[in-house]
């Protein structure tokens, strides 16, 4: 059985931006002092995008050296450097776990500020951070002229200041090690960070979307390169680290924690292929299928609110999830 430690995480919202409505949101919190940071615990900071709390998080490990985990999309970034600004936070690493513009289009909003930071990135996702021309043309191909107001634009970012992070790579906090657990299968180049001292684990998106308010998780099977095989076995991987808490994307610590966790994520991610298959032999309709993954989704034994099922709509949208699992099929097809 594995060993498990509570670690609790502070959560603050980052402050909106001036052009952001005001009032009504339960997300921010007043400001702790940079002196009540413990040095131990994972800070997660909440962007508030869209104004709605509780969607996409990035998180601060403060050890001798401090990481910030995904800064979020180019949009996001800004709300996030005002947070780590107003606690007059350095940060010296920051850690993808993958290239999709919500989780790190804004890498160079976050390192234009923090001109000595390093960017530490799957091997497979460096080219493309560099020159991230190629990203730019990807999400235009999903989102169309939307991508920039969606997420905003990627920055290119200096080669010299990037590290290609390799499965079990070691990342020296001076106080701490951050273990790279390669993780693909919501994308191909996609890293966990596993914090053994605290048996903190920080996936990404490998388990999917859990957002606040539901124990339910979504899978999130994205264009162009999802991987089913290789997410059920990223899974797996993760299931064995002996992790206390597990830290999603989307949205903070996972519930109800680690022994099921890693189980539900893998049985929704299974159901949902399962049914893809069997209402595509019936229908190209999208809207067939469309309503096949809500349906998927309800068949949960819990009942899912309004609110997150928008919430969830928005971070995990069902046309993405469609089209990961059609592209995934054709690549497959090819192959065949
Ligand atoms: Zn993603």
């Known amino acids: 059985m594995n060993t498990r430690f509570h670690v609790p995480t502070k959560v603050f919202a980052a402050r909106r931006s001036r052009g952001g409505q005001a009032g009504g949101d339960a997300g921010n919190q007043p400001a702790p002092t940079p002196a009540g940071f413990s040095g131990t615990d994972p800070i997660l900071i909440d962007p508030v995008l869209g104004d709605s709390p509780g969607r996409s998080c990035s998180y601060l490990v403060q050890g001798e050296r401090t990481a910030l985990i995904d800064p979020g999309s180019a949009n996001a970034a800004p709300r996030v450097l005002e947070a780590l600004k107003a606690r007059q936070i350095e940060v010296d690493l920051v850690l993808l776990t993958h290239i999709h513009a919500d989780a790190a289009a804004g890498v160079g909003v976050i390192t234009d500020h923090f001109p000595k930071a390093k960017i530490v990135a799957p091997a497979g996702a460096t080219e493309r951070l560099a020159d991230p021309s190629a990203l730019v043309t990807d999400m235009k191909k999903v989102y169309g002229e939307q991508a920039e107001t969606i997420y905003g634009l990627p920055d290119r970012i200096e ?178």
């Open 159 to 336: 080669p010299a200041r990037i590290i290609a992070l390799a499965d079990g790579d070691q990342l020296d906090l001076g106080d701490r090690t951050i273990e790279a657990i390669a993780t693909p299968g919501h994308t191909a180049a996609h890293m966990s960070y596993f914090d053994r001292s605290t048996t903190a684990l920080f996936c990404g998106d490998a388990l999917g979307v859990q957002l606040p308010g539901s124990r339910v998780v979504r899978p999130s099977t994205p264009p162009w390169d999802f991987s089913l095989e290789d997410s059920l076995a990223s899974i797996a991987k993760l299931a064995e680290l002996g992790a206390g808490t597990v830290y999603l994307a989307h949205f903070g610590a996972a519930r109800p924690g680690p022994d099921e966790i890693f189980q539900r994520a893998a049985d929704s991610l299974e159901r949902w292929h399962r049914s893809f298959l069997k209402k595509r032999e019936q229908t190209d309709s999208e809207e067939d299928l469309s309503r096949q993954f809500n349906a998927c989704l309800e068949a949960s034994l819990e009942p899912i609110a309004p609110s997150v099922r928008r919430d969830l709509e928005a971070v995990s949208p069902t046309q993405l999830n469609l089209a990961g699992l059609s592209a995934e099929q054709a690549r497959l097809g090819r192959a065949a």
